[in-house]
């Protein structure tokens, strides 16, 4: 019998995963139609839109990826002040509420991406072509236009609708490396005249943004995330993939968007969803962190001293900082939906350190940001809000726990990739950190193949972030398990 590749076995493995956890990975028969039958981009939208098709839009994503959700251009203005715009793809415009692919979208609320396949929470006809900000193709865009200071603070803002046209489909390894001085403008880039300055200005403004963030408290981590490489349908190696400048100017360009998209819907009377991070759940852990490497906290959840303790800890051990931001990570507890009345308080987002937060850029990936752009668009054409309160409500608590299932389902995945790297080393010996401890089990991790595993024994007395030196005791691809004993 022949065996099934490398690939194969991980798509498998994440459909039924998938499955378990009440998300479908097949896209219904209705919404294949519903997107067969689109045989263009939309050209129409109620709400008035702007021609901004002659601006040097860009789009910085991964390599592969072709489900563009936004672009962004900068320009300077008068004092040091800068312009920032940031268009969103208008997927409304080509999926309405309650038809086929709605319907799917908002089961599962999100796409979910494995190392092997990537399961899209659109029809890739929609969200890789049709309403993806492809390159050199005119789509519908939300425009959320920032005007930042010289010293970063957010002086006006606005949103509307327009036409926009991507000049230049960008990657952030390269744009990364350039930034950075380590590498050449990418070709795209440079292809575009006057691409390299725009580029600039925006890293200039993003670095402005992530600055005053961080004075006001925003929590810095640096995470190794782990790669997939595979060679062909055989998974030939994990590799730690760290952070760059690019991934940063996005994330502060972004995190500027959505929060102006959360304003503007609460100073129009409408409700909206929050990506909400409450208060840690284990401040009291994470203090003692603290006094383990030498450091204080106060008593009480203060954002802005934990910042200031992870500036610390990143300036003084850089090279096991990862680390300490994976833990705190765990320690802070996961995110979730919440619906914000108009002129209600906002809820907040303590790793942010911002009140006003609307998942908004990203709607042919995530179904929270399809929802702010419907809200988005209903006020813009003067339309009341097209959902009701229980509506909202009732996504809320549909994302929150989607979102939970898409990222148990990734996890799983990854650790079956692991394992299945792995596979050949058992009884190597590693310097691990645990990551996880509860009646549920003890869970370590190792950084020379990024991977993560559960501690079969010895776990007495171990906490969240402690060291130690474990062997690899076996693996079940399968079930995606990867058994350490203490060395």
Sequence with gaps: MTQPSDR?????????????????????????AQADAITAPPQTTEEPTRDLRALLWCSIDNDDSRDLDQLSVAEPLAAGT?????????????????????????RNTTSVYTPAVIFPMLPEKLSTDLTSLADQQDRLAVVVEIVVSASGELTSSSVYGARVRNRAKLAYNSVGAWLAGQGALPAPAAAVAGMDEQLRIQDQVAQTLERVRHEHGALEFVTIEPEHVFDGDTLAEIRPQAPNRAKKLIENL????????????????FASLRRVVKSPERWDRIRTLAVEVGD???????VGALSQFLERQRQAAPDVFPDLSRTVIKLLGSGEYAVDPPGADPPGHFGLAVRDYAHSTAPNRRYPDLISQRLVKAALAGHPSPYTMDELEALAAQCTRQEDAAQKVERQVRKSAAALVIRSRIGDQFDAVVTGASPKGTYVRVSTPPIEGRLMRGEGGLDVGDHLRVRLAGVDVDRGFIDFVPA
């Design 254 to 269: 972004m995190i500027a968007a959505n929060g102006v998209v959360a304003r503007f819907l609460d100073a129009h009377g």
């Design 82 to 106: 800068f312009k920032v715009l940031v268009a969103v793809a208008d997927v409304d415009a080509a999926v309405a509420k309650g038809t086929p692919v709605d319907r799917h979208a908002a």
């Design 296 to 302: 204080t906290l106060p008593d009480a959840a203060d």
């Design 8 to 32: 194969a076995l991980l798509r498998a493995i994440a459909v039924r995963a998938m499955r378990e956890r009440g998300l479908d990975p097949e896209m219904p028969a209705a919404a294949i």
